[in-house]
Each structure stands twice: as C-alpha cells, then as structure tokens.
C-alpha cells in the first residue's frame, strides 16, 4: 500500500508557472505506475499526465502537452508536475495517483488504487 500526499498548488497569474509534488510513503515507489489528474468545479476528474514505473515512459492530455513536464525520482519516492504558461482552464484541484497492477504508463481513473488528497491550483486572468 501507498499514501500519497500533494504540495505546491497554490494562487497563480496566466503565463506563470508552479511546480506540484507528489510525496509517496509505503513500500516499493519505484514499482508504482503513477499520474496526476484535475477536476474542476461542476466536471468530472480528467487525465493529465502519467508516467511508468522508470518514469522512461510518460504521456500526456491535449491540452497540457507542451506547457507541462512530469517526472519522478523513485530514490526520494516523489512525482513531479512542472506546470508553465498557465491558463484559467488549468484552475481545478489537481491530484496524483498510483496503481502497482501496470508497470507502463495509466490514463484512466478506474485503474488507479490509490489518490491523495488534492492540491488546489487556481490561476486569474
């Protein structure tokens, strides 16, 4: 099992950048497919970006291609989401997940087991 725990959301201007962190506790990070997906007020949770086991393998939505990196380091059990030229659409509650059944890289909610709790990223016009 895994806990994961979210940090560096926060208030930002269009054409800014923040850098979301995704801590993991528990046993064999490395061995977790993981992602970050976003839900807005009112929408349904949306796929953003995923990456395999090695992190060599990584995917990303439309309309985040591009403007967002996602990487992670398995030695400090942490997945990362370089957001840039941020938009008011980005503005939603962002939340990392990771799945131990896949080893490649996951765009789908249903096959996630674990979520944190969600960061929330708000960016004005």
């Known amino acids: 099992q895994v806990q994961l725990v979210e940090s560096g959301g926060g208030l930002v201007q269009a054409g800014g950048s923040l850098r979301l962190s995704c801590a993991a506790s528990g046993r064999a990070f490395s061995r977790y497919a993981m992602g970050w997906f976003r839900q807005a007020p009112g929408k349904e949770r949306e796929f953003v970006a995923a990456?395999?086991?090695?992190?060599?393998?990584?995917s990303y939505s439309d309309s985040v291609k591009g403007r967002f990196t996602l990487s992670r380091d398995n030695a400090k059990n942490t997945l990362y989401l370089q957001m840039n030229s941020l938009k008011p659409d980005d503005t939603a509650v962002y939340y990392c997940?990771?799945?131990?059944?896949?080893?490649?890289?996951?765009?789908?909610?249903?096959?996630?087991?674990?979520w944190g709790q969600g960061t929330q990223v708000t960016v004005s016009s």
């Open positions: 997940a990771a799945t131990a059944r896949y080893g490649g890289v996951v765009t789908t909610t249903r096959e996630y087991d674990y």
């Open positions: 990456a395999s086991w090695t992190g060599g393998s990584t």
